[in-house]
């Protein structure tokens, strides 16, 4: 019997669980990145890092989006430029 084309297809496993804040996704796609860079990963390897990268990135700025939106209904829908520190000079 033929196996179906979602069989086929199926990915290698990429855990879907996502990180409890932005500081840990962003430290785990650092990671990820630093082992792909490295060439310690065999191409399956890299394809399921790939994927859970892409994973990590979409959450990271979905959280930042809505940190965003945040910041707009704070500061009255008007974002405005941050001040350099005077210590910055």
């Given at each position: 019997?033929?196996k179906?084309?979602?069989?086929q ?14 500081e ?35 959450y ?15 500061e ?6 941050l ?7």
């Amino acid at each position: 019997m033929a196996k179906t084309a979602k069989s086929q297809d199926a990915a290698p496993e990429v855990p879907q669980d996502l990180p409890e804040t932005y500081e840990a996704a962003l430290a785990e796609l650092e990671k990820l990145v630093g082992r792909m860079e490295g060439g310690e990963l065999g191409l399956e390897e890299s394809l399921g890092a790939y994927r859970r990268g892409a994973v990590l990135v979409k959450y990271c700025q979905g959280l930042l989006e809505k940190v965003e939106q945040q910041v707009k209904v704070l500061e009255g829908e008007t974002l405005k430029p941050l001040e350099p520190a005077r210590d910055e000079f």
